[in-house]
């Protein structure tokens, strides 16, 4: 998921939760205008520890995932058995 995407999560979640974004911002200690950029897809980044307290707020937490891509024998061996 890239940041925009959350960006859209994070508005979504926080209309849900009935939040202005002036008092997400105070809630979390993070700026408004930063938040109204993060929303609209307009921010390139946000560190870590400002993203968790929002996140914290609308009662949302990051996880991650570990993605194991195929090697090029396992391609190999694939496309030799689909075949």
Do not use: C, F, W
């Not at 995407?5 to 202005?20: M, P, T, V």
């Not at 109204?36 to 980044?45: A, D, H, I, T, Y």
């Not at 991650?64 to 190999?76: A, E, I, R, S, Y």
């Amino acid at each position: 998921m890239q940041l925009s995407d959350l960006g859209l999560l994070i508005r979504k979640k926080r209309k849900q939760a009935g939040l202005s974004i002036q008092t997400l911002a105070e809630q979390s200690n993070v700026h408004r205008t930063m938040l109204s950029k993060l929303e609209n897809q307009r921010l390139p980044e946000m560190g870590y520890a400002k993203l968790e307290r929002v996140l914290a707020v609308l009662e949302l937490e990051l996880t991650t995932k570990t993605t194991v891509l195929p090697t090029l024998n396992d391609l190999v061996r694939m496309n030799r058995e689909a075949e």
